[in-house]
Structure formats: C-alpha cells, structure tokens
C-alpha cells in the first residue's frame, strides 16, 4: 500500500482552477521530483499533501489519515510529514539549537536534556555540529537551509517535503543543501521534491512528476523520462530550461 | 484671604500630579490588559471576531476622547449607574487606550512574515504555542517603541478628564489660577509637568526604536 495516496484532487482559488484532477501514489522511501513550469500548481499540490491549503473535490491519504486543511489536524499531521520552505522561515530570536529544539519539546512533549541531544544528532546529521548556537542571522543561506532541514528532521517524520528548497541559495551554497537531500535519499527517507535543480532531480530521484497546467502532464522514471519525454509540452519545458544534460 | 506663595503652587501642583500619574498608570496598564483578549479575537479566524474588535477600535479612534469621558461619566449616570470621575476617567481611557494598543500591537504580529505561521504549523505547534514562543518575542520588538511612544498619547489625555471634575493636574492648576490670577505663571508650570512626564518617555521611545532597528539589520 502506497504511503500516499491522491485521488482526484480538484483545487480552485475562486474562479481559477488550479489542480485539475490529480492522481498521484507515493511508496515509502521513494523520492519523487515535481517540475514545471510557475503556475503549473506543483507548489499548491506540495501545500495540499501537508494541510497548508485545502481543496475542494478529491482525497489526499496519508496512512490512514485523510488530510485537510483543518487547523485541528495540524498537529497530527506534523508528525508524519516535514515541510521545508523556499524562504527557510526559521525563527530569528531562536539559536540553531533552539529553532531545532523547540517542536520536539512543545509538540512531542520530550523532556529538554533529551531534546537538546535530538537537536544536537540532527545538527550534525546536516553538518551544522559547530554551528549550534549561532542565530540564523549569522549563518548563510545554504547554513540556514540546512537547519530548516534539521528541524524539519527532528519530528521524525515519515515523508519529507522540500518546496523549491534552493531558488533563495546563491549558486555556490546550493550543493550544500542538495548534498543533505542526497544522504537522505541514501538512508531510505520518503521524499518529494518541488525544484527548478533538473539534474538533480533527475538524478537523486526515482520518479518524476512534470505538472502542466494544473495536471499531471507526463510522469515516468527519472534518467527515461528526460532521455524520451513523450509529449510536446515536457519536450519544450526540458528544452527551455538551461543547462540541462551538462555532465 | 490667604496669599499663595510661588512654593504653595509648585506643592499644590505636585500633589496633582500624583493623580495624573496614577491615572496615567491605571489607563495604560487596563489598556494593556484589554488589549490581550481584543488581540485575540482579532488574530482568530472567525471574521465576525475580527469585524467587531476593528469596529471596536475604529469607533474609539474616531471619536474625540472628550465624548468618551462625557458617555463614561453622563451616560452612565443616566442608567442610574453613579460613577464618580475617577472611575468614568480611569474606564474611558482604558478603552482608549486598548483601542489603540489593539492596533499596534496586532499590526506588529502582521508586519512578521507569513511563512514563520507557517513554520509553526508545519511543525505542529498549536495556535497558542505559535503565539507565545514564536510570534510574541519577535513582535514585541517592533511593538515597544510606538507602545512606549502612544503612553505619552495617554499622559496628555488625562488632562481631559479635568473636565469631568477629577482633579488631576490641569484642574489643580485651573483651581490655583483661579485663587492667584496668575494663569501664566500656573499653566506655565503644569505645562512643565506634563513636559517632565511625557518627554523622557518620548525619548525613551526614539532610543528604543532605533536600538532594535539597528538590531534588524544585522
């Protein structure tokens, strides 16, 4: 049984119809690339699986769980799915450690020594160790990055989402962060990914999603889906995106 | 008739500003405390909530606060309800008071990114928690400068409530004025006190407003 499962989601903002029907089963540990172009709705399908938006026709599954965008599922719904954002949205008046720190303590209700060497594991675990209690102010971006990925991390989640993770990096920090997504794709982690990194998605991923207006255009196999794509929207997406196929 | 030295209106005046102070004081910290539950309401998701609580803070924004002290002190009167005038003054400034509080307090939460909501939601933290540990120490920061700077707002506004025969500065001074002919001279010095209350608090403001600009930028 898939780990999640979509099932017809319809979504509108008012009058525009954003998903159009989507069907979609994710495996544990597989790691799905969702592309596209702005606008093809793969940001909102992202904020829909983990109950930041709603929608109005359609089921999206998750265990046994249906997922809504009710405030009082929120909490149930953090413990199985972690969310990383394009604008990291760290808290600024907490240290590293404490950004880490903070939903295993109030949410989970673990004791603090205990939390703290959760928060310290994770850290290292992105390669922020020596990094602990510095603010977010004073770490760069692919730092930052890396400690949303940690907190993220430290509820334990089953699936991890990463909305266009690296868009905010300079060029030169984001290996850094893709390194982190790479190592947890290695250790079995479900993952999907919204990103603009093709060669990335194309080779940490087991599968790829290409959403076009509002639909899920085209999917396949990572490497097979870029070498044939079969319909003419993927073929002009792949063609206008740069630097694609370089290594 | 007895003759009022230069000292016998100084004293006199101080003795007011007791009242004004404490006035000041009673305002400001029921102001404050209204405001808790009116920023609840504001920040909750039920529209009619927050209609009401805009209602509420528009209607005392866009009244003079003379009308509230009358409606406070006449208007409860009329329902049989006898107040006396430190208790219409006291009341009517605090809803005053949390009128405008209720504003900047509120618009500090709003002026923080969206996404830090969203961080907290995505991590299971409830509204309350979210409030508290997440939103709370970032927006006090940008709250304390026009909180501290709207206090002068309430010192100055007390001196209406002379009007509705709460001795407060103002009256005092308009009750030795009438004794010495002296209003120059009388005013002069309960202007001075308002300045010596209301001035450090305003520069208190501008250093705090800067202390934590300069703290954003980092």
Same mark, same amino acid.
């Given at each position: 049984m898939p780990l999640i499962t979509i099932n017809r989601v319809q979504k509108y903002y008012g009058q525009n119809h954003v998903l159009k029907g989507?069907?979609?089963?994710?495996?544990?540990?597989?790691?799905?690339?969702?592309?596209?172009?702005?606008?093809?709705?793969?940001?909102?399908?992202?904020?829909?699986?983990?109950?930041?938006?709603?929608?109005?026709?359609?089921?999206?599954?998750?265990?046994?769980?249906t997922v809504t965008n009710r405030e009082s599922q929120a909490r149930e719904i953090s413990r199985s799915i972690g969310m990383v954002f394009q604008s990291f949205n760290l808290f600024p008046h907490m240290t590293a450690l404490q950004n880490v720190m903070l939903a295993p303590r109030r949410v989970l209700g673990i004791k603090a020594a205990e939390c703290r060497e959760l928060a310290e594991l994770m850290l290292n675990k992105v390669g922020l160790g020596d990094r602990l209690d510095y603010y977010p102010a004073n770490l760069s971006g692919g730092q930052q990055q890396r400690v949303a990925i940690a907190r993220a991390l430290a509820m334990d989640p089953k699936v991890l989402l990463c909305d266009e993770i690296t868009s905010a990096l300079d060029p030169e920090l984001v290996g850094e962060v893709l390194k982190v997504l790479e190592k947890l794709a290695a250790e079995g982690m479900t993952l999907i990914l919204v990103t603009h990194e093709m060669n990335f998605a194309r080779d940490i991923g087991d599968r790829i999603v290409f959403m076009h207006q509002g639909k899920i255009w085209e999917q396949g196999e990572s490497h097979q889906l870029f070498a044939q794509p079969q319909t003419a929207e993927l073929k002009q997406f792949i063609a206008s995106v740069r630097g694609l196929g370089d290594n | 008739?007895?003759?009022?030295?230069?000292?016998?209106?100084?004293?006199?005046?101080?003795?007011?500003? &007791?009242?004004?102070?404490? *006035? @000041? %004081?009673?305002?400001?910290?029921?102001?404050?405390? *209204?405001?808790?539950?009116?920023? %609840?309401? &504001?920040? @909750?998701?039920?529209?009619?909530? #927050?209609?009401?609580?805009?209602?509420? =803070?528009?209607?005392?924004?866009?009244?003079?606060?003379?009308?509230?002290?009358?409606?406070?002190?006449?208007? /409860? !009167?009329?329902? $049989?309800?006898?107040? =006396?005038?430190?208790?219409? !003054?006291? %009341?009517?400034?605090?809803?005053?008071? =949390?009128?405008?509080?209720?504003? +900047?307090?509120?618009?500090?939460?709003?002026?923080?990114? #969206?996404?830090?909501?969203?961080?907290? &939601?995505?991590?299971? %933290?409830?509204?309350?928690?979210?409030? /508290?540990?997440?939103?709370?120490?970032?927006?006090?920061?940008?709250?304390?400068?026009?909180?501290? $700077?709207?206090?002068?707002?309430? +010192? #100055?506004?007390?001196?209406?409530?002379?009007?509705?025969?709460?001795?407060?500065?103002? #009256?005092?001074?308009?009750?030795?004025?009438?004794?010495?002919?002296?209003?120059?001279k009388v005013f002069g010095l309960v202007a001075l006190g308002y300045f010596l209350m209301c001035y450090p608090l305003s520069h208190f403001s501008h250093y705090l407003e800067k202390k934590f600009h300069a703290t954003d930028n980092h």
């Amino acid at each position: 049984m898939p780990l999640i499962t979509i099932n017809r989601v319809q979504k509108y903002y008012g009058q525009n119809h954003v998903l159009k029907g989507i069907d979609l089963d994710i495996d544990q540990g597989e790691v799905v690339s969702i592309i596209g172009r702005s606008g093809s709705g793969k940001s909102t399908l992202l904020r829909c699986i983990n109950g930041l938006e709603g929608y109005q026709e359609g089921s999206i599954k998750l265990g046994g769980m249906t997922v809504t965008n009710r405030e009082s599922q929120a909490r149930e719904i953090s413990r199985s799915i972690g969310m990383v954002f394009q604008s990291f949205n760290l808290f600024p008046h907490m240290t590293a450690l404490q950004n880490v720190m903070l939903a295993p303590r109030r949410v989970l209700g673990i004791k603090a020594a205990e939390c703290r060497e959760l928060a310290e594991l994770m850290l290292n675990k992105v390669g922020l160790g020596d990094r602990l209690d510095y603010y977010p102010a004073n770490l760069s971006g692919g730092q930052q990055q890396r400690v949303a990925i940690a907190r993220a991390l430290a509820m334990d989640p089953k699936v991890l989402l990463c909305d266009e993770i690296t868009s905010a990096l300079d060029p030169e920090l984001v290996g850094e962060v893709l390194k982190v997504l790479e190592k947890l794709a290695a250790e079995g982690m479900t993952l999907i990914l919204v990103t603009h990194e093709m060669n990335f998605a194309r080779d940490i991923g087991d599968r790829i999603v290409f959403m076009h207006q509002g639909k899920i255009w085209e999917q396949g196999e990572s490497h097979q889906l870029f070498a044939q794509p079969q319909t003419a929207e993927l073929k002009q997406f792949i063609a206008s995106v740069r630097g694609l196929g370089d290594n | 008739m007895t003759t009022f030295t230069d000292w016998d209106i100084v004293r006199n005046l101080l003795l007011a500003a &007791r009242w004004t102070l404490l *006035l @000041s %004081l009673a305002a400001f910290i029921g102001g404050g405390v *209204l405001t808790i539950p009116l920023m %609840l309401m &504001r920040l @909750s998701r039920r529209r009619w909530l #927050k209609l009401g609580i805009r209602a509420y =803070s528009n209607l005392f924004q866009g009244t003079p606060l003379l009308m509230q002290l009358f409606l406070a002190f006449f208007g /409860l !009167a009329l329902f $049989g309800i006898d107040v =006396s005038p430190w208790l219409a !003054a006291a %009341l009517a400034l605090t809803l005053f008071t =949390s009128a405008f509080l209720v504003d +900047i307090w509120c618009g500090s939460i709003d002026a923080l990114p #969206k996404g830090q909501w969203e961080a907290s &939601r995505c991590l299971g %933290l409830g509204f309350g928690q979210t409030l /508290l540990r997440v939103m709370a120490p970032q927006a006090i920061r940008i709250a304390i400068a026009p909180t501290v $700077g709207f206090s002068v707002q309430v +010192i #100055k506004g007390t001196a209406l409530a002379s009007i509705i025969g709460f001795i407060e500065l103002t #009256k005092a001074g308009a009750m030795l004025t009438n004794v010495t002919f002296q209003p120059f001279k009388v005013f002069g010095l309960v202007a001075l006190g308002y300045f010596l209350m209301c001035y450090p608090l305003s520069h208190f403001s501008h250093y705090l407003e800067k202390k934590f600009h300069a703290t954003d930028n980092h």
